[in-house]
């Protein structure tokens, strides 16, 4: 029997120290992300240099999800994730460094950014895997949903504090990130997952065997690809509204403050997912947020204030926490031991191939077309995948087996 069986997860230390150490690092995380743009638009750059930044960010989603995914399954997941985050420290200490000395242009800032994609990547794959270890099957669903609404309360407290450390010193944000990776490694250090199957060298050839076991099951297959279409919407979204509010007089403290409030939206539905995940299908979860993301869309026609700002994609974030409870835990409940790691892999590099499209798209148009063009655009593309949700009959619920089936 697992040492986690039957033992409630706030009384879990393996857990605990696993969600308070990744919590942290998130949390330091929203830091530099409120950053990146104000730091380039403040070093006098454009709105497509911005969008280069992050787009740099997403591009090691493409090219590193699979092999990550691989890793985590071959290696040692919590030694992955702790090199990953000394990784991402060691990244963060150079934009302080480059400010200090004068030298940092765009093309470093974006260096850094691929770097803090990368541990992203490594985090994203290496961590639902571990949970699965340190936690008992019958808590699997809420401890997915409590790394819920860690997240969404990262995204809460992050932003306007990301914001303020800003106007202080422009290197503070990639300070305090370049910190929390370091405590989320050393909390890391202490975490003693049960032991898993013996693992192999890695093997070339396994790369695609998660997408293989995501593509067998209709819901995974369609919502995967559905979130490979909104996901650049969602990435070039957070560009738009700190390009939107900058332009209407907003401070660096008050784009922290608007990007906190669209985070309320989404710790406000994290916080009544375990409530709904057991009575909600994902065809009607999946379909409403399609709807409310592609209806909230338009209201950024209307006002450049940022709290309306924050209001609005707060309103099109609110179900995004429960849509991915209810998906990843299903995920997590089907996937095998032995392929968790590959299919979290294989989902993350299907839903956000295209994330880093969305910065650039975003500023590129911005730059080219203006503000309203913009915001159409997004919300045509909004509208045709929630139309495209609406009409499919792929996103039928899926019959939970065993943890241990395969």
């Given at each position: 029997m697992s040492r986690a069986a039957g033992t409630p997860l706030r009384r879990n230390r393996d857990f605990q120290l696993l969600w308070t150490g990744q919590g942290i690092s998130a949390l330091g995380s929203q830091l530099s992300q409120v950053a990146y743009p104000l730091l380039v638009l403040g070093l006098g750059d454009s709105a497509a240099a911005a969008g280069a930044v992050g787009c740099a960010r997403w591009v090691p989603v493409v090219a590193l999800a699979l092999p990550a995914g691989l890793l985590a399954d071959r290696l040692d997941r919590r030694r992955l994730l702790i090199a990953a985050s000394c990784a991402g420290a060691a990244a963060m200490l150079i934009v302080p460094i480059g400010l200090a000395i004068g030298f940092l242009p765009v093309w470093l800032i974006a260096a850094v950014a691929l770097v803090d994609g990368s541990v992203f990547v490594l985090?994203?794959?290496?961590?639902?895997?571990?949970?699965?270890?340190?936690?008992?099957?019958?808590?699997?669903?809420?401890?997915?949903?409590?790394?819920?609404?860690?997240?969404?309360?990262?995204?809460?407290?992050?932003?306007?504090?990301?914001g303020a450390l800003f106007e202080i010193a422009r290197f503070l944000p990639f300070a305090g990130d370049g910190c929390s990776y370091l405590i989320a490694a050393a909390t890391l250090a202490r975490v003693r997952p049960?032991?898993?199957?013996?693992?192999?060298?890695?093997?070339?050839?396994?790369?695609?065997?998660?997408?293989?076991?995501?593509?067998?099951?209709?819901?995974?297959?369609?919502?995967?690809?559905?979130?490979?279409?909104?996901?650049?919407?969602?990435?070039?979204?957070?560009?738009l509204v700190v390009?939107?509010?900058?332009?209407?007089?907003a401070s660096p403290g008050l784009v922290g403050v608007m990007l906190a409030i669209a985070a309320g939206g989404g710790l406000g539905g994290a916080l009544i997912a375990p409530r709904v995940?057991?009575?909600?299908?994902?065809?009607?979860?999946?379909?409403?947020?399609?709807?409310?993301?592609?209806?909230?869309?338009?209201?950024?026609?209307?006002?450049?204030?940022a709290a309306a700002l924050g209001l609005i994609l707060g309103a099109a974030e609110f179900l995004t926490p429960i849509t991915n409870i209810v998906l990843v835990s299903r995920r997590v409940e089907l996937a095998p031991d032995q392929l968790q790691g590959r299919v979290q892999?294989?989902?993350?590099?299907?839903?956000?191939?295209?994330?880093?499209?969305?910065?650039?798209?975003?500023?590129?148009?911005?730059?080219?077309?203006?503000?309203?063009?913009?915001?159409?655009?997004?919300?045509?593309?909004?509208?045709?995948?929630?139309?495209?949700?609406?009409?499919?009959?792929s996103l039928r619920d899926v019959e939970i087996k065993p943890p241990w089936s395969t």
């Amino acid at each position: 029997m697992s040492r986690a069986a039957g033992t409630p997860l706030r009384r879990n230390r393996d857990f605990q120290l696993l969600w308070t150490g990744q919590g942290i690092s998130a949390l330091g995380s929203q830091l530099s992300q409120v950053a990146y743009p104000l730091l380039v638009l403040g070093l006098g750059d454009s709105a497509a240099a911005a969008g280069a930044v992050g787009c740099a960010r997403w591009v090691p989603v493409v090219a590193l999800a699979l092999p990550a995914g691989l890793l985590a399954d071959r290696l040692d997941r919590r030694r992955l994730l702790i090199a990953a985050s000394c990784a991402g420290a060691a990244a963060m200490l150079i934009v302080p460094i480059g400010l200090a000395i004068g030298f940092l242009p765009v093309w470093l800032i974006a260096a850094v950014a691929l770097v803090d994609g990368s541990v992203f990547v490594l985090n994203n794959t290496g961590e639902r895997g571990l949970v699965r270890r340190v936690v008992a099957p019958g808590e699997l669903r809420d401890a997915i949903a409590r790394n819920e609404s860690r997240m969404f309360g990262a995204n809460l407290a992050g932003p306007p504090l990301g914001g303020a450390l800003f106007e202080i010193a422009r290197f503070l944000p990639f300070a305090g990130d370049g910190c929390s990776y370091l405590i989320a490694a050393a909390t890391l250090a202490r975490v003693r997952p049960d032991a898993g199957h013996v693992r192999d060298p890695p093997a070339p050839r396994e790369l695609l065997e998660g997408l293989r076991w995501l593509w067998r099951v209709p819901l995974f297959r369609f919502a995967t690809l559905l979130f490979a279409g909104s996901n650049p919407i969602f990435t070039g979204l957070y560009l738009l509204v700190v390009v939107l509010a900058r332009s209407g007089g907003a401070s660096p403290g008050l784009v922290g403050v608007m990007l906190a409030i669209a985070a309320g939206g989404g710790l406000g539905g994290a916080l009544i997912a375990p409530r709904v995940i057991h009575r909600v299908t994902p065809r009607r979860i999946v379909i409403a947020e399609c709807w409310v993301l592609a209806g909230a869309l338009p209201l950024m026609l209307v006002t450049h204030n940022a709290a309306a700002l924050g209001l609005i994609l707060g309103a099109a974030e609110f179900l995004t926490p429960i849509t991915n409870i209810v998906l990843v835990s299903r995920r997590v409940e089907l996937a095998p031991d032995q392929l968790q790691g590959r299919v979290q892999a294989g989902a993350t590099q299907v839903t956000l191939s295209g994330a880093w499209a969305g910065p650039l798209f975003v500023g590129l148009l911005l730059s080219a077309a203006g503000a309203n063009v913009t915001v159409l655009a997004l919300t045509g593309w909004a509208l045709a995948l929630a139309l495209c949700a609406s009409v499919t009959r792929s996103l039928r619920d899926v019959e939970i087996k065993p943890p241990w089936s395969t």
